[in-house]
T-cell receptor, first 113, second 112 residues
Framework: KAGVTQTPRYLIKTRGQQVTLSCSPI?????VSWYQQTPGQGLQFLFE???????NKGNFPGRFSGRQFSNSRSEMNVSTLELGDSALYLC????????????FGPGTRLLVL | KQEVTQIPAALSVPEGENLVLNCSFT??????LQWFRQDPGKGLTSLLL?????REQTSGRLNASLDKSSGRSTLYIAASQPGDSATYLC???????????FGTGTSLTVIP
């Protein structure tokens, strides 16, 4: 069974631009969560989608948004990029919102110049 | 807001040693807990999941336990190997759902 895939793997943008990251969960998984990882803040929860609905949202500004499609693939968008948005963005999928193991993708490394 | 601390931040041991990694939550109301490893520049690999009805999980040389009364978890690695070198992260969820609070990580180096 294929794992969680994320595209692109690397991205370089400049301040003020916007970016869209994509995550394809493991086949059959309906929950997708997004995390931001930085050396200073560690791993922080962005949001979780389940069956196309946002169920949980972390403490991030409105510039960070996401969505989930009917095939459970998810995208996250960051508008008006700031230098501090440089990070590794990880998505995780699980079958349901219950007590399931979360499987992480390799991440998208975003560098904002 | 849940704060998660992992001790030690870094650990270097000779091959073959048994070791213990610690994780503690400021709010002990942890519903379930997961331990991960992360290799440099890579995503996270799930090691063990302790569900709400459990107190302990074992997989091979790894054993994780969760004390809900204190909000503390330990990961025990037996007979460490150089391939165990990685950063180990604990993550806890406060209720059934997928918002996990992650620890700061323990960077482990196993010296051959």
């Amino acid at each position: 069974k294929a794992g969680v895939t994320q595209t692109p793997r690397y991205l370089i943008k400049t301040r003020g631009q916007q970016v869209t990251l994509s995550c394809s969960p493991i086949s059959g998984h309906r929950s997708v969560s997004w995390y931001q990882q930085t050396p200073g803040q560690g791993l922080q929860f962005l949001f979780e989608y389940f069956s196309e609905t946002q169920r949980n949202k972390g403490n991030f500004p409105g510039r960070f948004s996401g969505r989930q499609f009917s095939n459970s693939r998810s995208e996250m968008n960051v508008s008006t990029l700031e230098l501090g948005d440089s990070a590794l963005y990880l998505c995780a999928s699980s079958f349901d919102r219950g007590e399931e193991t979360q499987y992480f993708g390799p991440g998208t490394r975003l560098l904002v110049l | 807001k849940q704060e998660v601390t992992q001790i030690p931040a870094a650990l270097s041991v000779p091959e073959g040693e048994n070791l213990v990694l610690n994780c503690s939550f400021t709010d002990s109301a942890i519903y379930n807990l997961q331990w991960f490893r992360q290799d440099p520049g890579k995503g996270l690999t799930s090691l063990l999941l302790i569900q709400s009805s459990q107190r302990e999980q074992t997989s091979g040389r790894l054993n994780a336990s969760l004390d809900k009364s204190s909000g503390r978890s330990t990961l025990y690695i037996a007979a460490s190997q150089p391939g165990d070198s990685a950063t180990y992260l604990c993550a806890g969820a406060e209720y059934t759902g997928n918002q996990f609070y992650f620890g700061t990580g323990t960077s482990l180096t196993v010296i051959p």
